[in-house]
T-cell receptor
Framework: DAGITQSPRYKITETGRQVTLMCHQT?????MFWYRQDLGHGLRLIYY???????DKGEVPDGYVVSRSKTENFPLTLESATRSQTSVYFC?????????????FGPGTRLTVL | DAKTTQPPSMDCAEGRAANLPCNHS???????VYWYRQIHSQGPQYIIH???NNETNEMASLIITEDRKSSTLILPHATLRDTAVYYC???????FGTGTRLTIIP
């Protein structure tokens, strides 16, 4: 039972580079989410997806792009990384409803932008 | 604009009940209250949720006041592994906030 996985777990990149963070879930959950967590702050929603090919912005979407061509994958791309995007990124999924259903989180990706 | 308010930190002795409060005075009638926790460096973990009635599961109990303006998460017999940040979340909100950092004291 793999659950929800994220890769890479750690990434160091340079300003201006494109970076893609991967998220994969094996439960066939409809909803998937991307959050970022900065030191001293709670989680903030970047994007979410209700199903394949359906995505929507969260609280802090600027500088990020997502896609969902398959139900099980929800990659997050930083098109031109900036230092302010240094953070820990968590992917999550839930079975049905976005906000009335339990969210299951991955282990996180720690991204450093130099 | 409904939101939650939690104390930034709390301590609790090991083996005692940990009671974590949350205020949500502007909660709307159909909003659930969810509790998650995050142990250092790990992804958040679901604990419990409720709408009006008190709820209990293998991890915790959730007490919601009759007017639904506040709730309390109860960990009945806290262990050192319960040291974490606890988040009280309303289901229509998209942010976890800063939560309560609970430290269990040996």
């Amino acid at each position: 039972d793999a659950g929800i996985t994220q890769s890479p777990r750690y990434k160091i990149t340079e300003t201006g580079r494109q970076v893609t963070l991967m998220c994969h879930q094996t439960w066939s959950h409809s909803y998937m989410f991307w959050y970022r967590q900065d030191l001293g702050h709670g989680l903030r929603l970047i994007y979410y997806s209700a199903a394949a090919d359906i995505t929507d912005k969260g609280e802090v979407p600027d500088g990020y792009v997502v896609s969902r061509s398959k139900t099980e994958n929800f990659p997050l791309t930083l098109e031109s990384a900036t230092r302010s995007q240094t953070s820990v990124y968590f992917c999550a999924s839930s079975l049905q409803g976005a906000w009335t259903d339990t969210q299951y989180f991955g282990p996180g990706t720690r991204l450093t932008v130099l | 604009d409904a939101k939650t308010t939690q104390p930034p930190s709390m301590d609790c002795a090991e083996g005692r009940a940990a009671n974590l409060p949350c205020n949500h005075s502007t909660i709307s009638g159909n909003e659930y209250v969810y509790w998650y926790r995050q142990i250092h460096s790990q992804g958040p973990q679901y604990i419990i949720h409720g709408l009006k009635n008190n709820e209990t599961n293998e991890m915790a109990s959730l007490i919601i006041t009759e007017d639904r303006k506040s709730s309390t998460l109860i960990l009945p017999h806290a262990t050192l592994r319960d040291t974490a940040v606890y988040y009280c979340i309303l289901d229509e909100k998209l942010t976890f906030g800063t939560g309560t950092r609970l430290t269990i004291i040996p």
